[in-house]
């Protein structure tokens, strides 16, 4: 069955980085587009980046110049690079694909 599962989640101080991964199985993954979301206590899940087959990534205001989306189609993964981490990126962070979610992993930005 089509799984994703991420990793990588932690506790980093502000302007920190960490990255966060997310293993694809069950699907062909070079074919589909990929994404991040995240969700903050209290807040909608948002729509962080997302990578397609081709051409160019997206990615939404509040992370653009910070967050770095990138995928290896040959390991069936995907991976967000996550710079100058600020208290307000606190959320837990799911990578989805294939109408899938992962079970999401937390990142808490805190001195």
């Known amino acids: 069955q089509v799984q994703l599962v991420e990793s990588g989640g932690g506790l980093v101080q502000p302007g920190g980085s960490l990255t966060l991964s997310c293993a694809g199985s069950g699907f062909i993954f070079s074919r589909n587009a990929m994404s991040w979301y995240r969700q903050a206590p209290g807040k909608e899940r948002e729509l962080l980046s997302t990578t397609y087959t081709s051409g160019p990534n997206y990615y939404a205001d509040s992370v653009k110049g910070r967050f770095t989306i990138s995928r290896d189609n040959s390991k069936g993964m995907m991976y967000l690079q996550m710079n100058n981490l600020k208290p307000e990126d606190t959320a837990v962070y799911y990578c989805?694909?294939?109408?899938?979610w992962g079970q999401g992993t937390q990142v808490t930005v805190s001195s």
């Open positions: 989805q694909g294939v109408e899938t």
